[in-house]
């Protein structure tokens, strides 16, 4: 779990159920990793998103053509935290 200086200050007056903390990581030039933890009870669920803007869609295509790479990174990120995929 994730915790910040604002979670500590809220957990003083109340029991803290839930919540998300977002980490967005350049993923080169063109793109964003966003990271996800989200926290619900006694289940922790991590996200990771691809992200990018653009207007013209053949950018955008290309772009998506790194699908390989991005999957290889995700599982690097994985890795690197610690964290082994369910099945």
Not at 22 to 32: A, F, H, I, P, T
């Amino acid at each position: 779990m994730v915790r910040t200086p604002l979670d500590e200050k809220l957990t003083e007056q109340r029991t803290m159920l839930g919540g998300t903390v977002r980490r967005s990581l350049q993923q080169n030039e063109d793109g964003v990793l966003n990271l996800d933890v989200t926290q619900e009870k006694d289940q922790v669920t991590l996200t990771l998103n691809y992200h990018r803007n653009s207007a013209d869609c053949r950018d955008l295509a290309a772009w998506l053509r790194q699908v390989a790479e991005f999957h290889t990174e995700a599982l690097g990120l994985l890795g690197f935290l610690e964290i082994e995929l369910g099945v």
